[in-house]
């Protein structure tokens, strides 16, 4: 069983939808979680980070985390078609400089249909 | 503009022909890294320095070597590629010690024939 596990798609909604991704993961050390964005022929960007449990907001975008499910979204309102990319979870126990790494999720396609 | 570049972009070898990924940073990040990534598996660390002359291994280091003789420079050596070794390899540094922040740099597609 991986360590994180999320839904590959693809996701297919029409404009202005709300979009719900998720991943589940089993290590319970995890408590540093990120969602980065994958455009085609592009690096991965960040796009919400959040330490914990608990809710993170920005803008259209919002990260949920709960610890005790083992189990974090991230929540799109009012998706637009530049919101079309793959979206990867990462989690991680601690910190860069204390020798952690990331582990990601395999990554959710998402198309928004104009 | 800040950013992470990797040469080249795209590369065609065949198997055991000795081939650099080179990779590049200006800001003056103090943490980079190597992934690779493949279709089902996700992104996988290969490598990673903490620092000029600090390297460590990562989850798949097999096969692959580093070295970090600058601070901006992280190049990939593959001493002798195989065919398993065809990917999408990224380059990514991130200020220490703050981790959320890790920029990627735009891949290198290798494929190992």
């Known amino acids: 069983q991986k360590e994180v596990e999320q839904d590959p798609g693809p996701l297919s909604v029409p404009e202005g939808a709300i979009v719900s991704l998720n991943c589940t993961y089993s290590?319970?050390?995890?408590?540093?979680f990120m969602w980065y964005r994958q455009y085609s022929r592009k690096g991965p960007e960040l796009l919400m980070y959040?330490?914990?449990?608990g809710n993170k907001e920005d803008g259209r975008f919002t990260a949920q985390v709960d610890k005790s499910s083992k189990y974090i979204s991230l929540f799109i309102r009012d998706s637009q078609p530049s919101d079309s990319a793959t979206y990867l979870c990462?989690?991680?126990?601690?910190?860069?400089?204390?020798?952690?790494?990331?582990?990601f999720g395999t990554g959710t396609r998402l198309a928004v249909r104009p | 503009e800040a950013q992470v570049t990797q040469n080249p972009r795209y590369l065609i070898t065949v198997t055991g022909k000795k081939l650099t990924v080179t990779c590049s940073q200006n800001?003056?990040?103090?943490?980079m890294s190597w992934y690779r990534q493949d279709p089902g598996l996700g992104l996988r660390q290969i490598y990673y320095?903490?620092?000029?002359?600090?390297?460590d291994k990562g989850d798949v280091p097999e096969g692959y070597k580093v070295s970090r003789k600058e601070k901006r420079n992280f190049p990939l050596i593959l001493e002798s590629p195989s065919p398993n070794q065809t990917s999408l390899y990224f380059c990514?540094?991130?200020?220490?010690?703050?981790?959320?922040?890790?920029?990627f740099g735009p891949g290198t597609r290798l494929l190992v024939l």
């Open positions: 959040t330490y914990s449990s």
């Open positions: 990462a989690m991680s126990a601690g910190a860069l400089s204390s020798g952690d790494k990331l582990t």
């Open positions: 990514a540094s991130s200020p220490y010690p703050i981790q959320e922040t890790q920029y």
């Open positions: 290590n319970s050390a995890f408590q540093y």
């Open positions: 320095s903490m620092n000029v002359e600090v390297t």
């Open positions: 800001m003056n990040h103090e943490y």
